[in-house]
């Protein structure tokens, strides 16, 4: 009995030698009569030609789909990456920009130290007061420093209040637009004096000033220096309103602070008042 995998290799061989003597006919046939070998070229050409355009066609359609889906990864990765620099690039200007507003309102508080011939802490605002019922706020800087109660609060375009409580670090400072605050101040054009209390909404009032005084919109109030809290002749304020009736001995007038307290970062403490002579004998 023949094996099966002799009966396989015999078959095999069989039509191995089956397609040879079929490939030999179909040679000597082709060279026998040649029209009949071009009509089957023709035939075979006309049934492939539009197979072969179409797998072209497609494979061409397939390198295109590809072609565009690497452009677009590629695309899509450069964005990223640009993203990624426009943040970074973001995130530094507005470092430099805080940096460089730092810088300045620093430089303005040293030039006031010197124009004034003040000593004095430069402070940093680090809270504001917990009450709404209290203009104050929080600086971050304290007795360490050489700061007290009563040390007058100011800026390069006025004054900002005074320290009322003071800790080994820190400080709390009562706004001039407090209704508790007070500062003796003068009218810059006329001298006359008075005394600025805050209102309590962000603004303040100099009461107490003489009724026979001339007194206009816009004039300039400034500090008086006597109450022993601040330096002669810094700024408070403008006048705002005038606020008189007849018959009575003082006027009120309606002040706009110099400083706009809601936008108050740096300060500068005063720990040392230096008089001039001629202030000292006023």
Partial sequence: MIAPAATRKTKVSVLSLLFFALSLFLTAYSNRNPQVAKVGAKFVLAVLAPLESGISQFSRGVDSVFDRYFLLVAVED??????????????????????????????????????????????????WGASGWVNSLVIDRGT????????????????????????????????????????????????????????????????????????????????????????????????????????????????SPQVDMNRIETVLVVTRISQTEDEEEN
């Fill in 78 to 127: 450069e964005n990223e990456r640009l993203r990624q620099e426009v943040n970074e690039l973001s995130a530094e200007n507005s470092e430099l920009w805080e940096l460089r507003s730092e810088n300045l309102r620093l430089s303005k508080l040293l030039d006031l130290k010197k124009e004034s011939a003040l000593d004095g802490v430069v402070a940093q605002v680090i809270g």
């Fill in 144 to 255: 360490e420093s050489g700061i007290r109660e009563g040390s007058a609060v100011i800026q390069k375009q006025g004054i900002v209040g005074q320290v009322v409580s003071t800790t080994r670090g820190s400080s709390k400072v009562l706004l001039i637009t407090d209704p508790a605050s007070g500062v003796d101040a003068l009218l810059r054009e006329t001298r006359a004096r008075g005394v600025v209390l805050g209102d309590g909404g962000g603004g303040a009032v100099m009461d107490y000033v003489l009724a026979e005084e001339r007194v206009e919109k816009g004039q300039i109030v400034v500090t008086g220096g006597t109450d022993g809290v601040y330096p002669k002749g810094l700024v408070i304020g403008t006048v705002e309103e005038i606020q008189s009736r007849q018959g009575e001995m003082f006027q009120r007038l309606a002040i």
